[in-house]
């Protein structure tokens, strides 16, 4: 009697998709763009071109990408070929496997990536940024203030003086 191997092959399932996930957050932002283009589309199959267009690829990048993807085993080249409609060399024609199909069911940021450290980090900074800038502002509005009441308590600078000086520092 053969034995059950179900979960075995559940458990290479979820480490290839482990897998896949990790080298979709190492890498381009564009492999996701084209899960995402096959994701929204009517169609089950997609021209080179017509990829390129919905996920925003350069020209120069999208072969490499649609490529990788293939090895990777979330696409296949349907071996039909297609000739865009601006004319040039026919364009290849690709469809999602259903590894990928499964793969972007189950998987949460299949289609956008997962905030990474890096990110985190980045956020941290600007808001860090932003709260010394705000105090700066803060203390720059003190000091404007502290100058007006000097001046307004000094016998060398006249009412007039001091007007026009909270006008220029706009001070109330």
């Not at 283009?37 to 021209?47: G, H, M, R, T, Y």
């Not at 990408?65 to 024609?93: F, K, N, S």
């Not at 999602?96 to 793969?103: D, H, M, P, Q």
Request: hydrophobic share 35%; net charge negative.
């Amino acid at each position: 009697m053969p034995a059950d191997t179900s979960d075995h092959d559940d458990e290479d399932r979820g480490a290839q998709m482990d897998t896949i996930e990790r080298k979709l957050n190492q890498g381009s932002q564009h492999r996701r763009s084209i899960l995402a283009a096959f994701a929204n589309a009517d169609e089950s199959e997609l021209n080179t071109s017509i990829l390129r267009e919905r996920a925003d690829v350069p020209t120069g990048s999208a072969n490499h990408h649609l490529v990788t993807m293939e090895e990777w085993g979330l696409i296949e080249d349907t071996e039909e070929r297609e000739y865009p409609a601006g004319g040039g060399r026919p364009a290849r024609i690709w469809r999602l496997t259903e590894f990928a199909e499964e793969f972007i069911e189950t998987t949460d940021t299949a289609l956008s990536p997962p905030p990474t450290t890096e990110t985190a980090a980045r956020v941290a900074a600007v808001e860090n940024r932003l709260e010394t800038v705000e105090n700066q502002l803060d203390d720059q509005e003190k000091i404007k203030k502290a100058l007006v009441l000097l001046a307004s308590k000094s016998d060398a600078v006249s009412d007039e003086n001091v007007a026009k000086m909270r006008d220029l520092l706009d001070v109330n």
